[in-house]
Structures are given as structure tokens and as C-alpha cells.
């Protein structure tokens, strides 16, 4: 039996996929943490299930703003806010703002956002044990 793909190219189509992975493995990961708070939001809908669900979106987003967007938004940002006469302090405080401050914002609001929601269901959890004849 001859195989329709040659070794070198199964190589190459191997390596691909690892550096593929490599890359992107935070995004697939928050991307499953997405997935599953959509499951748990339609499945048993409750602020848990939103939490995790917004707490891995804005994981997500964080990612790609670190690996995508911030050379491009803060070079359009200081180009257009350019004047005649440049502004270093100003254009110092833009750089801290887009490249420091808003990517450590991001992450530090995902990952609060799903502790939140560990919390929240610990707290419910507890009401529950503490009263199981109230419906809460």
C-alpha cells in the first residue's frame, strides 16, 4: 500500500501543528473555559455559569491583545494624537496606558471574574448546607 503523503511532508504538516499549538495553547485553553461556561449558562443558567463564562471571554481577549493588538493600537494611537511639536511626556503616559496597565487590567479582571465565581458558588453551596429547606 502506498501512502498518498510523502514522509517529509507528514513531517513538515507535523511540526505545523505542534508550533500551531505551541503558539496558541493559552487560547485553546480559555477558549475551552468559554466553551464550558456556555455549556454551564445553558445548562443551568446562574451568575457561576456567567462568571466563568465572562471571566475566560476577557482571558481570551487578553491574550490576543498581548499577542495582536498592542503594537498596532498604540502606534495608531500615537499617530494620530501626533502634533506638530512632540509631547514625550504625553506620549510616554499612552505607551504605560496601552502596553503596561491595560494588559495586566485584562488579565487581572478575568482571572477575579472566574475567582468570583468560585467564590459565589462556595457561598451558595454553604446557604444550601447551612438550610436545605430554603430554596435559594
Given at each position: 500500500?502506498?501512502?498518498?503523503?510523502?514522509?517529509?511532508?507528514?513531517?513538515?504538516?507535523?511540526?505545523?501543528?505542534?508550533?500551531?499549538?505551541?503558539?496558541?495553547?493559552?487560547?485553546?485553553?480559555?477558549?475551552?473555559?468559554?466553551l464550558l461556561g456556555?455549556?454551564?449558562?445553558?445548562?443551568?443558567?446562574?451568575?457561576?455559569?456567567?462568571?466563568?463564562?465572562?471571566?475566560?471571554?476577557?482571558?481570551?481577549?487578553?491574550?490576543?491583545?498581548?499577542?495582536?493588538?498592542?503594537?498596532?493600537l498604540r502606534n495608531?494611537?500615537?499617530?494620530?494624537?501626533?502634533?506638530?511639536?512632540?509631547?514625550?511626556?504625553?506620549?510616554?503616559?499612552?505607551?504605560?496606558?496601552?502596553?503596561?496597565?491595560?494588559?495586566?487590567?485584562?488579565?487581572?479582571?478575568?482571572?477575579?471574574?472566574?475567582?468570583?465565581?468560585?467564590?459565589?458558588?462556595?457561598?451558595?453551596?454553604?446557604?444550601?448546607?447551612?438550610?436545605?429547606?430554603?430554596?435559594i
Open positions: 500500500m502506498v501512502s498518498a503523503i510523502s514522509p517529509d511532508i507528514g513531517q513538515s504538516m507535523m511540526v505545523t501543528l505542534y508550533l500551531m499549538f505551541s503558539h496558541n495553547y493559552e487560547a485553546i485553553a480559555y477558549f475551552s473555559g468559554m456556555i455549556a454551564l449558562s445553558v445548562w443551568k443558567p446562574s451568575r457561576f455559569s456567567i462568571f466563568v463564562l465572562l471571566g475566560f471571554a476577557v482571558l481570551l481577549f487578553s491574550f490576543e491583545y498581548d499577542k495582536h493588538i498592542i503594537t498596532g495608531q494611537t500615537l499617530l494620530s494624537l501626533s502634533t506638530a511639536q512632540p509631547h514625550l511626556r504625553f506620549q510616554r503616559l499612552i505607551n504605560l496606558f496601552i502596553s503596561e496597565f491595560l494588559p495586566i487590567f485584562f488579565y487581572v479582571l478575568g482571572w477575579g471574574m472566574i475567582f468570583m465565581s468560585i467564590i459565589y458558588a462556595g457561598l451558595k453551596l454553604n446557604k444550601v448546607k447551612n438550610h436545605p429547606d430554603k430554596d
